[in-house]
């Protein structure tokens, strides 16, 4: 900016030294103002671009790509190169005055060959600050695009989140229901190791009553009541029809394999996902402490959409336990069909 304040004041001692050349100078000295008003625009127009290089670097400051800070680089070089030029037409300027000062001839012809030389380059000047302001535009517009595909991300990010404290909330959840099931079953065993124990005892105690009852009736020779023998020949008979067992299908389970089955298989909404539940039981006449099965979800065109693997824990022979995993990427509405199937077990 010195050196542009610089150019003006020998333009000024210029006009004033051409003032006392009649009309030929009075010519001269219009275009020279005509030249110091396009110049002043040209300075004008080199603060404003010097302004958005700097609102630009500002702006890559706070986050930019490679590519943004290589065209900022290369503004900055033009912008050098715009200021070494201005700096040579001060010393053509200079020049100028010179010449003017010290030719025998007539000042103003000397000074008009000169001054289209220096309109020339003023021309190109400008034809190069209009193109840095062209890349400068293109520049912001790049960065603008750059800035949009995040926004996306952004959001998607968001969901993610709050679909993983959901799956964490549902983890503690079953964590609780799991221990309290544990707890429940605990209890469960317990009492009917006792009831067990107790009917062993039992048992125990009225096979010496009956024992001793024949004793008593073999030593008397009393045979016992008729509606005592009816009573067990009744009981006799109805006995191998109450302790018949009901076979797994007539439970409602279904064979997946390995001598395990499987029932009422529901499907819930979960978040994105889908939640099931259903139970399983053991008749593969082993206890496991863990057992692996595997799930596979179907759309409504028969396309896989999940295929995941969940583990039962303290598996024992004809047990039947509960179980409820989260099938990700399940619609509940979209599902066309499933299967469970046994995998392993340890």
Do not use: C
Not at 189 to 205: G, I, Y
Not at 206 to 229: C, D, H, Y
Not at 317 to 337: C, H, L, N
Request: no cysteine; proline share 3%; glycine share 6%.
């Amino acid at each position: 900016m010195k050196r542009a304040h610089t150019l003006i004041v020998a333009l000024l001692s210029l006009f004033i030294f051409l003032g006392q050349g009649g009309q030929e100078s009075e010519d001269v000295l219009k275009n020279l103002n005509t030249f110091q008003q396009s110049l002043s625009q040209w300075m004008r127009s080199v603060e404003a671009l010097d302004n958005r290089i700097r609102t630009l670097e500002r702006i890559q400051q706070q986050g930019g790509g490679p590519e943004l800070m290589k065209t900022l680089s290369e503004v900055t070089a033009s912008v050098s190169a715009l200021r070494k030029e201005m700096a040579d037409s001060a010393v053509r300027l200079k020049n100028i005055e010179d010449t003017v000062g010290s030719t025998r001839g007539d000042p103003t012809i000397v000074f008009g060959e000169t001054l289209k030389t220096m309109k020339k380059s003023l021309s190109d000047l400008t034809k190069k600050v209009e193109d840095q302001a062209v890349l400068t535009s293109v520049l912001q517009q790049r960065y603008q695009e750059f800035i949009k595909p995040l926004e996306p991300i952004k959001k998607a990010l968001e969901e993610e989140k709050e679909i993983s404290k959901g799956l964490v909330s549902a983890l503690e959840e079953y964590k609780k229901e799991l221990a309290s099931k544990e707890k429940e079953m605990r209890e469960r065993v317990t009492a009917m190791e006792s009831f067990l124990s107790a009917s062993e005892e039992r048992a125990k105690t009225m096979e010496e009553v009956l024992r001793r009852v024949e004793n008593i009736e073999k030593q008397t020779g009393v045979a016992p009541p008729p509606e005592l023998v009816k009573v067990e020949g009744k009981v006799e008979e109805a006995a191998p029809e109450a302790v018949k067992p009901k076979t797994p299908e007539e439970e409602g389970f279904r064979e997946i394999g390995g001598g395990f089955y499987v029932r009422n298989v529901i499907f819930t909404p979960f978040g994105s996902s889908a939640r099931a539940t259903g139970e399983l039981k053991n008749l593969s006449n082993n206890n496991y402490s863990i057992a692996i099965f595997n799930i596979k979800v179907y759309d409504l065109v028969n396309t896989m959409v999940s295929s995941q693997d969940f583990t039962i824990k303290g598996f024992k022979y004809q047990d039947t336990k509960s179980f409820k995993e989260i099938v990700t990427g399940a619609d509940p509405q979209k599902i066309g069909r499933y299967t469970i199937s046994f995998k392993e077990t340890y």
